[in-house]
T-cell receptor, first 115, second 111 residues
Framework: GAGVSQTPSNKVTEKGKYVELRCDPI?????LYWYRQSLGQGPEFLIY????????DSGLPNDRFFAVRPEGSVSTLKIQRTERGDSAVYLC?????????????FGEGSRLTVL | QKEVEQNSGPLSVPEGAIASLNCTYS??????FFWYRQYSGKSPELIMF????GDKEDGRFTAQLNKASQYVSLLIRDSQPSDSATYLC???????????FGTGTLLAVQP
């Protein structure tokens, strides 16, 4: 596709349930980022992939959060035993190449609401 | 201390004025600095990036970087109501490609 695609755009779930959020980056972009954004806050870094491997997962808040990118393209963010505090917009972004430059292109986000 | 700090605002300026947005960062090894604009309910989009000390101009936008003071700013000349948005400062550390965002400054341009 032309841009970063995220599904679902909205997800409402109950506390304790398991959730998967999907990101399809721009074709050819090797770097993929996940961020979480709460109302009135800036995007909070979660994890960054370079190819298939997680280059930096220091932002994952705890072991309930996990992300994969098995073929170096589509990525899935997985949240186990969801809590109300997990409610936020989850943003995915991709970037071409490994250089320190390069623009991050963001998807429209997946809004997660945990009841 | 937060890694990237911004005044949350709102910053209100009249149409046609210069809007000045500021950002400080804590990691002295940071090498790349970005300004993103985010309209309400939308995702961030890149306005400018800067790597070297000094000024960088692009149309009505000027980014300024002072590494000694660990300070980045964005000037918007001839502000328009369509510039009303949240402006996010983002910093990439020297040792990683992780991009850290500030909380953003809400800019309101009054017609």
């Amino acid at each position: 596709g032309a841009g970063v695609s995220q599904t679902p755009s909205n997800k409402v779930t109950e506390k304790g349930k398991y959730v998967e959020l999907r990101c399809d980056p721009i074709s050819g972009h090797t770097a993929l980022y996940w961020y979480r954004q709460s109302l009135g806050q800036g995007p909070e870094f979660l994890i960054y992939f370079q190819g298939t491997g997680a280059a930096d997962d220091s932002g994952l808040p705890n072991d309930r959060f996990f992300a994969v990118r098995p073929e170096g393209s589509v990525s899935t963010l997985k949240i186990q035993r969801t809590e109300r505090g997990d409610s936020a917009v989850y943003l995915c972004a991709s970037r071409q190449g490994t250089s320190s430059g390069g623009e991050l292109f963001f998807g429209e986000g997946s809004r997660l609401t945990v009841l | 201390q937060k890694e990237v700090e911004q005044n949350s605002g709102p910053l209100s300026v009249p149409e046609g004025a210069i809007a000045s947005l500021n950002c400080t960062y804590s990691d002295r090894g940071s090498q790349s600095f970005f300004w993103y604009r985010q309209y309400s309910g939308k995702s961030p989009e890149l306005i400018m990036f800067i790597y070297s000390n000094g000024d960088k101009e692009d149309g009505r936008f000027t980014a300024q970087l002072n590494k000694a003071s660990q300070y980045v700013s964005l000037l918007i000349r001839d502000s328009q109501p369509s510039d009303s948005a949240t402006y996010l400062c983002a910093v990439k550390g020297g040792a990683t490609n992780k991009l850290i965002f500030g909380t953003g400054t809400l800019l309101a341009v009054q017609p």
